[in-house]
């Protein structure tokens, strides 16, 4: 694919998927933190400050650099992903606060994104760190990632008997376009991904593991909700990889900090269908524990 086609392709597509999300939300999920305010503080928390920090420990303990360590950071500082929700109600989490953490999450991205890429130029291509704080990056990002959300929930508001019948087309077309955002991106990177192969898995499938891990026992820590803490961890554990390389190759014009996007994109569900299956068995479990107490 080439690059004039790539930087077209890439923004309607991510602007498909954050349409369909916009379809999903309304101002009352912008809300409902208030019905939840300790996990999704909590889950904010992990999401926007320990995750890079981690993220940033992890580049340097498997040896990544350049480009592909700008776009793993790019990575760690993307909100949820649009599965988050499936996964979520597969291992019987919170979809709500899914919801309203993905919202929450994409807005508070806009700003959050720019900082972590200024600090990743700084530490791995010896750049201006004031490039990611720019305000054309900034507006670059907003106009990626809010505006088609922003449009999506005026339809969903107006129209909502028409984006009702449309979110199953949507949701189905959003999954369909983000594997064709990840292929796009693993096609015209194709000798980077090959070259650097057994890192880029290892640190992206570490990643989301630890991800998922801090995003279900942190909040369990501070006592919060199993069915909360189950959906912190999905929402956590998920990035949204169409964000990080669109963002990457469209805002940044460096593809080949798309790379661990991509490859992300395709591992993280291992080790998300794993957690979301054992989550799921010992749910189950702990309601028919007192099923059994009562009985005997």
């Known amino acids: 694919m080439g690059s004039t086609v790539f930087a077209v392709f890439l923004p ?25 305010p300790k996990a999704a503080v909590i889950a904010l928390v992990c ?20 480009a592909l360590a700008v776009g793993m950071m790019l990575l760690a500082a993307s909100p949820g992903g649009p599965s988050a929700n499936l996964f979520s109600h597969i291992a019987g989490g919170n979809v709500a606060l899914n919801i309203t953490l993905t919202a929450i999450n994409s807005v508070l991205a806009v700003f959050t994104m720019p ?15 004031s490039l990611g704080l720019r305000p054309d990056k900034f507006a670059q990002v907003f ?4 505006v088609p959300v922003a449009i999506g929930m005026v339809v969903h508001r107006r129209f909502q008997a028409w984006s009702e019948r449309m979110r199953g087309t949507v949701k189905i077309l959003s999954i369909v376009v983000l594997a064709l955002v ?56 998920i990035h949204n ?13 460096e593809d080949a900090m798309a790379v661990p996007g991509a490859v992300y994109g395709v591992l993280m569900n291992i080790p998300a269908a794993l ?5 799921a068995r010992r749910a189950r479990r702990d309601r028919s524990a007192p099923e059994h107490s009562m009985a005997s």
């Open 115 to 129: 900082v972590v890429v200024a600090l990743a130029y700084t530490l791995f291509l010896d750049g201006d760190g």
């Open 241 to 253: 990889g169409a964000i990080a390389i669109a963002v990457a190759a469209s805002v940044l014009h």
């Open 275 to 279: 957690a979301a299956y054992l989550l």
């Open 47 to 66: 999401q926007m400050v320990v995750l890079p920090a981690l993220c940033l420990g992890m580049i340097y303990l498997f040896g990544l650099d350049g």
């Open 182 to 237: 990840v292929a796009a991106a693993v096609g015209k990177n194709f000798e980077t991904l090959t070259e650097n192969i057994g890192t880029l898995a290892s640190i992206c499938l570490s990643f989301a593991v630890v991800s998922l891990t801090i995003g279900y026992f942190v909040p369990r820590l501070f006592r919060v909700d199993t069915d909360q803490a189950i959906a912190s961890s999905m929402e956590i554990g």
């Open 143 to 146: 106009a990626i990632v809010l």
């Open 12 to 36: 309607l597509a991510l602007a498909l998927v954050m349409f369909g999300l916009g379809l999903t939300l309304t101002v009352d999920d912008f809300a409902r933190v208030l019905r939840f």
